[in-house]
């Protein structure tokens, strides 16, 4: 290891260790910019970032501000959450490690091992804390439940995790159990496979 290479990796040592210590980090190749107002590590060649029961794993990876609070990925970005059995696989991620938030502003899928629960759309804002997801543009969301696979399909959808609860709004439909359900907005609750509808209703139950 060369004198420059040893400095960069003592002051990112020190620094994860003083401001962050719940933070690992590794990458093929690494550079920081120590610039005033303007601090960051840069990742490449594939690299990951541990940090609690988060892991975040792409092809490059920043990480910049007070306490190295924002991360931001791009190119083959994985993100496995241990805890809750959570796994995003998308392009392009920032997240707030202060304020647990995940913004994705391009397509993405996401496995909810824990809920036997599958999505995908073209953007996401999920609050960590909260255990809230705001899913938009194309949202596919398929759910197992007694035996079926539950379909939801709309153009905006609110997942509360704790309450088992989905809201789908505009062009909502539900399939499930050979039933179809269309209407302006659906809630269901996973919980009690209850599905309700509001505004526009379609619907045809049992082929009927």
């Known amino acids: ?39 960051n590590v ?3 060649n594939g690299a990951t970032v541990t940090t609690g029961s988060i892991t975040i794993k792409s092809d490059s990876m920043k990480l910049y501000g007070e306490d190295w609070r924002y ?51 073209g953007s996401l804002h999920y609050n960590m804390k909260d255990e809230i997801l705001e899913l938009a543009m194309n949202v596919s969301l398929l759910r197992v439940s007694d035996n079926s696979v539950m379909t939801c399909t709309s153009e905006a959808l609110t997942y509360r995790r704790v309450d088992e609860y989905v809201t789908l709004k505009g062009k909502s439909e539900v399939v499930w159990k050979g039933d179809n359900y269309s209407a302006d907005v659906i809630s269901v609750d996973l919980k009690n496979d209850e599905i309700t509808l509001s505004g526009r209703i379609r619907g045809t139950i049992n082929g009927w």
């Open 1 to 39: 290891m060369n004198r420059k290479a040893f400095i960069l990796l003592s002051f990112l040592l020190i620094s994860f260790s003083l401001f962050s210590r719940d933070i690992n980090f590794s990458g093929g190749r690494s550079s920081l910019s120590l610039k005033e107002g303007e601090k």
């Open 71 to 121: 991360v931001e990925c791009s190119k083959n970005v994985v993100i496995v959450d241990n805890e809750k059995g959570i796994e995003i696989r998308t392009n392009n991620l920032w997240y707030d490690r202060l304020d647990e938030i995940i913004i994705i502003s391009t397509w993405f899928e996401i496995d909810d091992n824990e809920q036997n629960l599958y999505a995908e759309a």
């Open 42 to 44: 840069l990742l490449e």
